[in-house]
């Protein structure tokens, strides 16, 4: 494979399968830019599945999550028509036996080429609080994580500033740390998978196909 040929994280038919093949490096990726937010594991779930046209069985579709730990299904991903890059993650409470009733908790990750509106950081989170209790998040308020990965931002650490630089450039650089040549790792196989690639080609036409009919 030529260096021309090569498609980076951030490329529409690389990032799902990097997200549906490597859900620890997708918390990795997480944790280096918010630490905050507790996620001890991610799993792929059926509907993540149904992103590569795998269908599941309905009576197969219990997630194997643990209630005392935050653990997080990945729902989606979608591709924004900007370049963004959005992955929306599920936390089911287990006090309901059927899961598809349960109010969730969700977090919504995007990894964009721009930068986020009225700010000039890198990183930025949205969340809805409970003004009259100590500005404390609602228990099953969204989270909105956003990586601003073109902006230059003096907050970092030298980690954050070496991934960022990866996403842009999509190749590490002299400053690569041990997770930026881990996923790049990864990448690399994806791209050398031929069978990915010519599935995820298919999955992309039909996408392209459904949105010229919907328009």
């Known amino acids: 494979m030529t260096e021309k040929d090569f498609l980076p994280l951030t490329h529409p038919r690389v990032f799902p399968v990097f997200v549906h093949e490597h859900p620890d490096l997708l918390k990795e990726i997480m944790h280096l830019f918010f630490p905050d937010v507790e996620i001890t594991r991610l ?31 990945i729902d989606d991903v979608v591709i924004q028509t900007d370049g963004t890059i959005e992955v929306r993650l599920l936390r089911y409470p287990l006090d309901d036996e059927e899961y598809e009733e349960r109010e ?10 721009k930068p986020v509106s009225g700010s000039e950081h890198a990183l930025s989170r949205y969340e809805v609080v409970d003004v009259l209790n100590e500005n404390r998040r609602y228990e099953y308020s969204p989270r ?72």
Request: aromatic fraction near 12%; charge should be negative.
């Open 43 to 73: 799993i792929s779930s059926s509907d993540l599945w149904e992103y590569f046209g795998i269908h599941t069985d309905p009576d197969d579709e219990s997630p194997d999550l643990n209630p005392d730990e935050p653990e997080y299904l």
């Open 104 to 113: 969730t908790e969700m977090i919504a990750c995007l990894f964009s080429p």
């Open 144 to 215: 909105i994580l956003t990586v601003s990965y073109r902006a230059d931002d003096e907050r970092l650490n030298d980690e954050q500033n070496a991934f960022l630089t990866y996403l842009r450039e999509g190749k590490p650089g002299n400053t690569a740390t041990p997770l930026v040549k881990k996923v790049h790792e990864q990448v690399w196989t994806i791209n050398r998978d031929q069978g990915w690639r010519t599935f995820m080609n298919f999955v992309e036409s039909i996408q392209n196909s459904e949105t010229y009919v919907e328009d």
